[in-house]
Each structure stands twice: as structure tokens, then as C-alpha cells.
């Protein structure tokens, strides 16, 4: 392939944020150092923004929720992020929340994330999240069950959001018995 061609490819995809495997896919490149070697040359002519390692921007204009969950994968927005944007709590946040297999806190290009872990039978069941503009986000009630099954006293400002019917449904997928009963209590306080 034309290497002219190479970052139009990319530019045809929708995604705003690209990982190595992202690109090999796009460029059909199945040779790994031809891969990096390409990736480095675009990046140097600024082509390509190098954000962290192995995740790329096409330009400044990229969505932070998207690279939020190209850090790692599997992973999906959820905790305070989801709050927030629910009305669940009032504080502000600029950090970005997310769920993932390995707790860190990164910054990348003036971003703050804050990654927790879940184990992997909960963080790999797809039930209450939802796929939106190239990145996974928890509902309310998706998020709210893995706040308290991390932060069993967390406090919440307003739970008036949430559709308990959903949360006892979903909270199965935690196997988990004193979720269930905390759950159970939150809903009690809430009343």
C-alpha cells in the first residue's frame, strides 16, 4: 500500500484515539516491526500524536472518554465519571474514572484518569454498559454496584437516578452476597 494512503486510512476511521493494534488492523500491517517503524515515522512528522505507549491521537481534537478507555483493555467509564453525569453526586471531578484489570492513576497530555480494578467475571460481563462514540460507559446502576462493591460506604448525594428494579438485576453478575445486602440498604436509606 501506498504509504500517501496510509494516514487517509486512518483518518476514514471514526475513533479519535488509536492503539498499535487499532493501526495494524486499519494498515493491514501483520509484520510488527514495519508496524513500528511506520508509527514512529508518522508520529515524527506529527501525523500521529504519541499520547503513552502504544496509543495514539490523530490531532488535539480527540475524545478523552475514548482515550480513557484505550489505556487498557478491557475497560469501560464508570464510578465518580458516571456520577456526575447522573446527578448522583455534586462534586466535580476532572479526573475521568474507570474500570479496568490493573488500578493506576495516569496523566496523559494534561488528562487525569484514575483506573480501579475489578476482577475479570465482572469487568468482561457486558450487562449495563453501553457502547457510545468508540468507548464503553457503565449505566447508573452499573456504576453505583461496582462503587459499593470497591467502596462499600461510599456516599452518594442523590440516588433518586438510579432504577433499583435494574440494580437487583444486575447485581447477580457480582456473585456476591453482602453486595446484595448492602444494595439492599442503600435502597432502605434512600427511601
Not at 34 to 62: C, D, H, M, P
Not at 75 to 103: D, H, L, N
Not at 105 to 110: E, L, M, P, Q
Request: proline content about 4%; charged content about 25%.
Amino acid at each position: 500500500m501506498a504509504t500517501d494512503n496510509l494516514i487517509a486510512k486512518l483518518y476514514e476511521s471514526p475513533k479519535t484515539i488509536l492503539t498499535t493494534k487499532d493501526i495494524a488492523l486499519i494498515w493491514e500491517e501483520t509484520n510488527t516491526v514495519n508496524l513500528i517503524s511506520k508509527i514512529k515515522y508518522y508520529a515524527k512528522k506529527g501525523s500521529l500524536i504519541r499520547l503513552t505507549r502504544g496509543v495514539f491521537a490523530k490531532n488535539k481534537e480527540y475524545n478523552v472518554k475514548e482515550l480513557a478507555t484505550s489505556i487498557y483493555t478491557p475497560s469501560y467509564i464508570s464510578f465518580e465519571t458516571v456520577f456526575r453525569e447522573a446527578g448522583m453526586i455534586f462534586q466535580y471531578y476532572e479526573t475521568i474514572f474507570v474500570a479496568a484489570k490493573w488500578p493506576q492513576k495516569k496523566k496523559i497530555d494534561g488528562n487525569s484518569f484514575t483506573i480501579r480494578r475489578l476482577k475479570d467475571s465482572i469487568l468482561y460481563n457486558p450487562e449495563g454498559i453501553i457502547q457510545n462514540d468508540n468507548y464503553s460507559i457503565a449505566t447508573p446502576e452499573r456504576a453505583f454496584l461496582d462503587m459499593i462493591y470497591l467502596f462499600p460506604n461510599y456516599y452518594f448525594d442523590n440516588l433518586r437516578p438510579l432504577d433499583w428494579e435494574k440494580c437487583f438485576e444486575l447485581v447477580k453478575i457480582y456473585d456476591n452476597k453482602k453486595l446484595i445486602e448492602r444494595l439492599a440498604k442503600y435502597q432502605k436509606n434512600a427511601e
